[in-house]
């Protein structure tokens, strides 16, 4: 009988001794991936932070200028780099966007129509900063006009007026 508990124990022994180097060795394991990024989330768009104030006073139909305020809320600095429009076209509507200011500084001048995404000067507004941005049309536009305010990092705002 103390012959079967020996074996047994000894057998219990070479399991958990086996068991363990399995584990330990698992534990031990590791991987490794140079040049590779996982993006799980983002917090604290750019976006998130600017602040779009549209004078009620200065939304109506039929208007070939749109004067808007932009400020910053945030602690760091954010970066508007690419503006899109929209405004409801008819078949005979050759409305343009040709011009875009913001802080007295050309952000576009050209011609684009409905919807285009418009690549613009870079504009950087500081922490607590704000500037005044002008939207010119060739001819006047009438609503709902719609601006995407596309930030560096890829973010977007979008008003409605």
Same mark, same amino acid.
Do not use: A, F, H, K
């Given at each position: 009988m103390k012959y079967f508990i020996k074996i047994f124990l000894f057998g219990v022994l070479v399991i958990s001794l086996t068991s363990f180097g399995g584990t330990f060795s698992y534990v031990n394991d =590791? @991987?490794? *991936? /140079? +040049?590779? =990024? $996982?993006?799980v989330g983002v917090w604290g768009d750019q976006a998130?932070? /600017?602040?779009?104030?549209?004078?009620? *006073? !200065?939304?109506?139909? %039929?208007? %070939?200028? $749109? %004067? #808007? =305020? /932009? +400020?910053? #809320?945030? @602690?760091?600095? #954010?970066? $508007? %780099? !690419?503006?899109? $429009?929209?405004w409801n076209i008819t078949e005979s509507d050759s409305s343009n966007v040709i011009d875009i200011m913001v802080g007295g500084e050309p952000f576009f001048s050209g011609s684009v129509s409905h919807g285009e995404i418009i690549d613009g000067v870079d504009v950087a507004i500081g922490p607590e900063n704000s500037f005044q941005a002008l939207f010119l049309f060739v001819t006047p536009v009438s609503g709902p006009i719609d601006i995407y305010f596309i930030m560096a990092d890829g973010s977007r705002k979008c008003i409605l007026m």
């Open positions: =590791s @991987d490794c *991936s /140079l +040049g590779n =990024s $996982i993006t998130d932070y /600017l602040e779009v104030n549209v004078p009620q *006073s !200065r939304v109506t139909d %039929d208007q %070939d200028m $749109i %004067d #808007i =305020s /932009l +400020g910053n #809320i945030g @602690d760091e600095e #954010i970066v $508007i %780099d !690419r503006v899109q $429009i929209g």
